[in-house]
């Protein structure tokens, strides 16, 4: 063998030498690469993903936080396994690895946040609430407390007071106020409908609407959960007694911006639509937004010959069963008695 063959054939065994060795050292630097958590504070971060950021430019921003470094592994990584990133926003968390986080773009379980609808608001109050919400999209701060969206379903609706069930709701950066009034009016109406299957015989109750309205006043009248039933029973009996419900809540409801936290005698005089001391029967609309517990009491009122309360002054109320005994109890109520 002629030294010049030698030479190649040594030249060409340090090149299969080398390159083993480069190919066991870039194996090795990927499995570290693929075990080595990225550098994600202990609070945590939240990335948000706009419709089409290739992957690419996800590692480069991680990169630029401090996060990780781009370079030839996670090329590798997103050629072996190409992620389908989900548009939205995502929380990483400390510990995590390359390979999860493409896993945890690519599932869509994005960053949930929550809005609350709390029992016994109206409808205006539900309106400002979402509108100092400042993750949710806008897209309802010119709406009429009294007239019902034209995005919404049921444009049969007259008045949009009562029509959104009080729950928490999660939702999502990109979600907008119209989205929580769709969900919560969809929930009411489902709620709403059960609750008017499932209620009692013999209500003076004509539609579901009532049952509603009921509700709404119920929830008013109380925070208290061992409470709802009996009240539902007071108002369920003098609806049959013909007799008029005066009920507080609709009065303050009916003189709207006038109320300033005191009702007073001229309020309970003043006839409106909602005066309840000066009308008999229920009033025209809900007063506000009643919650499923309300709701089920309207349906299901104590059985009793209850037809007065008034305030306890301990959070709770005192029934009665005559005229003489409510005033008894109103007396107590105001040092009188």
Known sequence: MSKGVTRVL??????????????????????????????????????QIEHGTPASAIVRELDDLGYTKAGWTWKVLMRLEP?????????LTAGLLPRELLGLLSSGSVVQYRFTIVEGWSYAQLLAALSQNDILE??????????WPDFLPDSDI?????????????FSRGDSTADILRRSHRAMKETLAAAWRERDADLPLDSPYELL???SIIEKETSLDSERNEIAGVFIRRLNKHMRLQTDPTVIYGIGDE??????????????????YTRHGLPPTPIALPGRRSLLAAGHPDDGDTLYFV????????FSRTLEEHQKAVNKLIGKG
Not at 19 to 27: D, K, N, P, Q, V
Not at 158 to 170: C, D, N
């Open 259 to 276: 109320y300033t936290g005191n009702i007073r005698r001229k309020h309970l005089r003043t006839d409106t639509p909602y005066n309840t």
């Open 311 to 318: 305030a306890d002054g301990k959070g709770g109320h005192t």
């Open 83 to 91: 992620p389908e990133i989900q548009t939205g926003e995502y929380r």
């Open 138 to 147: 806008q897209t309802t701060e010119n709406l009429d407390p009294t007239i």
């Open 213 to 215: 309205i009921l509700a």
């Open 158 to 170: 007259q008045h949009p007071e009562g029509w959104f069930l009080p729950e928490t709701y999660q």
């Open 10 to 47: 040594v030249l060409f065994g340090l090149v299969v030498v080398l390159a083993a060795g480069s190919l066991i050292w870039a194996r090795a630097h990927y499995i570290h690469f693929l075990e080595t958590p990225l550098s994600i504070p202990t609070a945590g971060h939240v990335l």
